[in-house]
């Protein structure tokens, strides 16, 4: 690996500061469930730092830790960081482009399904014959159009903090013939924490993609999707792991020296390993056991199933409720 980054550095002329081994060690062996609430800042990318150390119960996110920034457009809550907010604005002109800064979730959407159908398919009793979707951080719609075609679902409401991100989703979801006029989607600009109670259990699926990394209090954050599925649904998530190999994958090389992400989509600190999500679930006597599914990019080729690499990168992750 130390090769490998000499001979990045010489065929781009930078100067690149490894983690250390202690840094590494150090995040490999916490005992945190979650990594505490994090304020970002905007410094320059650095080297992984040390993550802060914590009790084994995760602290509520500290009062010095107000966002310097006011928040765009949209209802604000403890998950939402307006400079998170900010950075997708500037990306909601080319989300609906295949080729451009939102490519990789595109290349994921179809292995989204994937792991949906086998979580539904896991269980003894058969999930119900139309499903309830609920899709929290839906961007620019990529999952939330893609479930509402199918004849499975009765409803997909998708929810965004971001009213600009969710105008370029009604848009785009108004040009397709078989959702006009269906009621099957309902995009809504609002947070977890703002929709009604009269929903909460409501729903068979609940999905996050990619977005629990970029809250500031994860754990909160899960809890509150958690009370929106009714006993036998499934929370269904992605995110990334916390390590030296997906610090070198997405902030080092995706968007510091290729580009393929926008640079600052990504904050190493706020990744949550696999491990740390199943202690945080294991806590919670409502869930059963946990369905993982490791994945990997590939340049040239796209997303795919590696079995073990949610140690290391990006990874799905699904917990279902327990039945009544």
Known sequence: MKTSIARVARHTGRRITQPSATTIRHQTTSSSPLPPPHQTTTSPLPPPPAQPSSSSTLPPPPSAAQPSLPLPSGPSSPSVNPSEISHFNAL???WWDPHGSS???HLMNPHRHDFIRSCLSSTSTPPPSTLRYLDVGCGGGIFAESAARLPTASSVTAIDPSST????????????PSLIGTGKLEYRNATIESLDKSEEGKFDVV???EVVEHVDDPAAFLDHCGRFVKPGGWLVLSTIARTWMSWFTTNLVAEDILGIVPK???DWR???????MRKHFSKRREWDSPRVMGVVYVPGVGWKEVPGSEKVGNY???VRKKPE
């Open 165 to 176: 991100i969710l105008s370029i989703a009604k848009a785009h979801a108004a040009r397709d």
């Open 316 to 318: 799905f992750f699904a």
């Open 103 to 105: 490519r990789a979730l």
């Open 264 to 266: 600052g989509t990504h």
């Open 92 to 94: 909601a002109s080319t």
């Open 270 to 276: 706020k990744y949550i390993n696999e491990e740390e």
């Open 207 to 209: 999905t996050c993609f």
